[in-house]
């Protein structure tokens, strides 16, 4: 494992200087876990990597950059204030040894809603990256939906290995994979993975697959020349899982491509 910070391939990208960790703190490779819109498992997707990277031996962080919608902290069973000392934020670790940074670990109460300006929420976003005292081979950025100015910000400042995009079929997967594909591109991040998630049913009773949506191009990520795809179904597992904080005992072989992918190109660097 590499132990320098990993610099993106800025030579297309705008002319924005990156930000990096704290010297004292450790982040091997980050990697963005975007989609276009909301409610389609993002959180999820980035929660599972995590377990599934940890599985695989490595030390893993979960940067939940959805301010105003943290579901992060939920899906694990955890719980702030997160400590600060010498300058940086301690970020909280989960039952298996996760480590968490997330907008809910610093509020009193977490129902309490976050209204503020987008500057101020970019501006927490990067101290998220830049003040917490991570000590991971993985970092795993939970993205809020859609291609707008806070995402952009991260895209631009964060120093990104790779992205994973998660789609619905529901989504208008075609618009959304080609416009995510182009800016993964522009800013020179290679995106590894297109997840399909609530991609179909699997019938209870024989396992049979059911395509409520009709059949799905399998080769929507190839044409963007993204490497893996992957189907995930309606998996009431998931949901509760998500729900109770349990996601760290829930097995499946879902997004064992994807992060193997993951593995793959940083080990290539
Ligand atoms: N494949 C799935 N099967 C069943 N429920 C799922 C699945 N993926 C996600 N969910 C549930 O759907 C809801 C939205 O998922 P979430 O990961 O929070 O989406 P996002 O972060 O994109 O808004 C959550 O309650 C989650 O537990
Ligand atoms: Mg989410």
Known sequence: MANENHQADTSKAP??????????????????????????????????????????????????????????????????????????????KTKTGIQVMSSNLLLDNPEDPIVWRGTLISTLIEQFYTEVRWDVDYLLIDMAPGTADISLTVFQKFALSSAVLVTSPQSLVSMVVEKSAKMADMLSVPLLSLVENMAYVKC??????????????????????????????????????????????????????????IVNAAKED
């Open 15 to 92: 002319n924005i200087p990156k930000t990096n960790p704290d010297p004292r703190a450790h982040v091997g490779h980050a990697v963005a876990v975007i989609s276009g819109k909301g409610g389609v498992g993002k959180s999820f997707t980035s929660a599972y990597l995590a377990v599934k990277l940890q599985r695989m031996g490595y030390k893993v962080g979960i940067l939940d950059a959805d301010i105003t919608g943290p579901s992060i902290p939920f899906a694990f069973h955890i719980s702030g204030p997160a400590y600060s000392g010498d300058g940086l934020i301690d970020p909280v």
């Open 204 to 261: 209870p009773k024989c396992g049979e697959r059911i395509d409520i949506y009709g059949k799905q191009d399998t080769n929507l990520g190839k044409r963007h020349g993204i490497p893996v795809f992957e189907e995930i179904p309606f998996d009431p597992e998931i949901a509760s899982h998500m729900d109770s904080g349990t996601v760290e005992d829930l097995k499946a072989d879902y997004l064992d491509a994807t992060a193997k992918a």
